[in-house]
């Protein structure tokens, strides 16, 4: 009685040995890099690795190691003012090509890199840097494209030669004909440009167009969506090692930034909604205010209505000067370069403008309530003195302007406005004291555990302190291995596991203690003890575990980490408290002639 097949005890074997190596790792510590990677994103590759190695090891401060991973080179020294020093010195070099972020690094050997293990990365309260907490305008998203169907009605009734008037009021489009055999003419081109719409005849030559309910989540939810695809290419441009981008709730956005302890660029650049469209300018003099705009050098300037590229349709650019004065470089896509093509061919010599718009909310008024403005501003009027499409470039800023409009062109507009609505830093010194604070709890909570456990249960008590070990090892080798990131609460979870875990034993061993009493023979009273026993045990962590998953479900960053370290914690008990101590038990006890028991 009493015994596991060989099988049994390997698989455990097996599970203890994988998760130990697993949790390696994290046992060699860390130590300040550079992480560098290609400004497009694209793997270095071996030529670029050995300018960048070069470099390096030409500097005054070289690195204790540097080596590849994910397409990166990292660069890891001793402390962090010869990272400091290695990082300024890297950008006074010519290395505009490569995008250069501080980190923190792992120092394991290399055969353990070699075979893709790597240690649980800190979340934001443990390494320090930047929280930011942004708010999507939705109701401006839906605004957004609104104006951008009456764009597409004004275009589609032009080209059908339908005297039209179209005008935006909130979330409605009002399309005005002459007579009703025009209107409807024009609610068929409506449809054609979407069937979704609804269209609703408001008198013989009026038309009523708005999106319908699905047609205003998709696009909220598009925002969102492509509002933290901006966010994540903003990111990288910053040069941020290892960010956390991701939705909170309805209309909200979690930017953390990692070893970043000036807020002030990320701000800047992140919640900056600025965007360009390129327009004809208005000489007739018969131009309306509403597409009258102040111009930068001075006076106003009128454009026409008609919007011949905009933000949208740029998928390059890059700051550069031109004869000594500094530019933007532009890349249309197809569809603004086929645009921009026929307007410069139909209108060489006539003077063309760019609109620079930028969003502003305002408030909060007597009611607690926010409004949102648009700033618009013409940047540059220059004439057309030759045809072009794709390619063009933008004047007439300063070398600041150029850099920061050129790196949110290239990153993408933002689909909606977005505004700050929280903000935290946390220092790396304060960071390592979360650290600290928190392994320390872990290793009083532990002591005390294996203290009473010994003392109490003697041999059994000593069994249950290996499966503690374990579990603890089996935990943190599952965070590494997800690449989960180990957060403050994160680490009560694992406190919280380490009670929980020894519970399970307790019960076990109660029980066993309960069979002998009753005069059940010890072999029988182990066996009893944990088949009796295990269901009260696996009743008790799957409501746990059901609570993990709501917590990790609903719950915020914080709140996920904490859920994600107890669910772990429970299935990793479950083994180790379960199948690893009668593995041991079966061992020690199985299928002996025993007249006592030490628990």
């Known amino acids: 009685m009493n015994r596991y097949p060989l099988w ?13 190596l697993t949790a390696l790792p994290n046992f060699y510590g860390s130590a300040p890099a550079l992480q560098i990677t290609n400004a497009d994103g694209s793997n270095m590759s071996e030529s670029q690795i050995a300018r960048i190695e070069s470099i390096l090891g030409g500097l005054n401060t070289p690195p204790d190691e540097d080596y590849l991973r994910d397409g990166k080179l990292y660069a890891a020294f001793t402390d962090i003012n010869d990272q400091s020093k290695a990082y300024e010195a890297l950008e006074q070099m010519d290395i505009e090509a490569f995008g250069i972020a501080k980190t923190i690094a792992p120092k394991q050997p290399e055969w353990l890199r070699s ?6 990365s800190l979340g934001l309260d443990l390494r320090g840097g930047v929280y930011l907490l942004y708010e999507v305008d939705l109701d401006e998203a839906v605004v957004n494209l609104v ?35 025009n209107r409807d003419a024009a609610q068929d081109l409506v449809r054609d440009t979407d069937p979704n719409l609804v269209v609703v005849e408001t008198d013989p030559r009026s038309l009523r167009v708005s999106l319908s ?3 205003v ?7 969102i969506e492509q509002n933290i695809t901006s966010f994540r290419n903003r990111v990288d441009a910053l040069g941020v090692a290892e960010p956390v981008i991701q939705r909170q709730g309805l209309n909200r956005i979690v930017v953390q930034l990692p070893g970043i302890q000036n807020p002030n660029d990320a ?15 208005d000489t007739s003099g018969g131009g309306s205010r509403a597409n009258t705009f102040p111009y930068r050098e001075g006076g106003t300037v009128t454009l026409k209505p008609e919007v011949i590229a905009s933000g949208d349709q740029i998928i390059d650019a890059s700051a550069g000067f031109s004869e000594g004065q500094p530019n933007v470089n532009i890349r249309l896509d197809d569809v603004g370069g086929k645009r921009m093509l026929e307007t410069t061919q139909n209108n060489l010599q006539r003077p063309m403008a760019v609109l620079f718009i930028e969003s502003e909310r305002i408030g909060p008024d007597e009611n607690g309530e926010y409004r949102t403005i648009k700033k618009r501003e013409v940047i540059n009027r220059a004439n057309i003195n030759g045809v072009f499409s794709t390619n063009f470039q933008i004047t007439g800023l300063t070398a600041s302007e150029a850099r920061d409009l050129s790196l949110l062109l290239k990153a993408g507009a933002l689909s909606a406005p977005v505004y700050l609505v929280g903000q935290q830093t946390i220092g790396p010194s304060t960071g390592q004291k979360n650290i600290d604070s928190g392994f320390k709890a872990i290793q009083i909570g532990f002591l005390a555990v294996v203290i009473f456990m010994v003392l109490y249960y003697r041999v059994f008590g000593l069994i249950a302190n290996m499966a503690l070990l374990t579990n603890l090892i089996l935990i943190i080798g599952a965070l590494s291995l997800l690449q989960a990131s180990l957060t403050l609460p994160g680490i009560a979870g694992i406190v919280l596991t380490v009670g929980m875990a020894v519970d399970a034993n307790v019960l076990i061993f109660e029980r066993i203690r309960e069979e002998i009493a009753a005069g059940t023979s010890i072999q029988a009273a182990i066996n009893s003890g944990y088949e009796k026993a295990f269901s009260s045990i696996a009743d008790a962590n799957v409501t746990t575990f059901i609570a993990a998953l709501v917590l990790f479900l609903f719950g915020t960053g914080p709140v996920k980490g904490f859920a994600v370290t107890l669910a772990i914690g429970i299935a990793t008990s479950m083994f180790t408290a379960i199948v690893g101590t009668r593995a041991v038990v079966n061992l020690i006890y199985g299928g002996r002639k025993l007249d006592k028991l030490a628990v």
């Open 115 to 120: 075979i893709g293990l790597a240690p649980m």
């Open 147 to 181: 104006n951008a169907y009456a764009d597409n009605f004004k275009v589609a009734l032009r080209d059908a030669r339908i005297s039209h008037r179209v005008n935006v009021q909130g979330q409605n489009i009002i399309v005005q004909v002459r007579d009703a055999e």
């Open 267 to 281: 701000i800047r650049i992140l919640g900056s909604t600025a965007t360009l469209e390129f327009r004809l300018v």
């Open 213 to 215: 309910e699905l047609q």
């Open 8 to 20: 049994k005890y390997l698989l455990v074997l097996a599970v203890v040995v994988f998760g130990s």
């Open 217 to 223: 989540r998709e696009r909220q939810n598009f925002a």
